[in-house]
């Protein structure tokens, strides 16, 4: 009579712990996103490497933008790489910074992003962040799972995409910002 109660419970405890391991598995790449505005917000930069891949990152926000300048310009992809190479590439750094990475999570565009972030870095004389982009205002977060290992978010302004943001799956439950692709 005792086996009975104790297969019963050995299966409750599975599914219990089988239960829990996928609520944990599927809420990481919002906790994730979360941890990335708490650590810009608290100014714990070091702790951006172990949530960001940033060469993936570098490489992702390059590309766009070097793919956006040859369709807007109708450059050839090898124009494109060069002048890319000179012009987007401090632009890939400003967007590819703790300053960046917060003005693209709360809802700014490509343009937005590089002008402000560059603000920030700018002597105290110059103007603040912020101060030349338009309000951000019904900013909205759609999340995709494209696969087991990647999980993306839209962001919206007013109903206007801006743009994906793309984390990817390292290992069994790290998941690190690794792409950005601007709407702009």
């Known amino acids: 009579m005792l086996r009975r109660p104790r297969l019963l419970l050995a299966a409750l405890l ?6 829990g391991t996928a609520a944990y598995y599927f809420t990481r790449p919002a906790a994730t996103l979360a941890a990335i505005h708490q650590a810009i917000t608290d100014k714990r930069y070091p702790d951006l490497n ?9 490489e ?7 793919g956006q300048l040859e369709s807007r310009a109708g450059f050839s992809t090898e124009a494109g790489s ?3 190479g000179m012009v987007i590439g401090p632009v890939v750094d400003l967007v590819v910074s703790p300053i960046g990475l917060d003005l693209v999570l709360a ?11 560059r603000a920030a870095k700018a002597p105290a004389d110059a103007p603040k962040a ?20 990647r999980y993306d978010v839209l ?14 799956r390292y290992g069994l439950f790290t998941w ?6 601007m709407a702009d």
Do not use: C, M
């Open 50 to 58: 172990q949530l960001v891949d940033f060469p993936s990152l570098r």
């Open 130 to 149: 912020g101060e030349d982009a338009p309000e951000a205002k019904n900013i909205s977060y759609d999340t995709d799972w494209q696969s087991l290992s």
């Open 107 to 117: 809802g700014y565009s490509a343009r937005e992003t590089a002008s402000n972030a």
């Open 14 to 19: 599975s599914l219990i712990l089988v239960a």
């Open 176 to 181: 690190k910002l690794s792409a950005i692709d």
């Open 82 to 84: 060069i002048i890319g």
């Open 155 to 168: 962001i919206s302004r007013d109903g206007k995409p801006v743009s994906t943001v793309t984390l990817r």
């Open 60 to 66: 992702s926000v390059k590309a766009d933008l070097v």
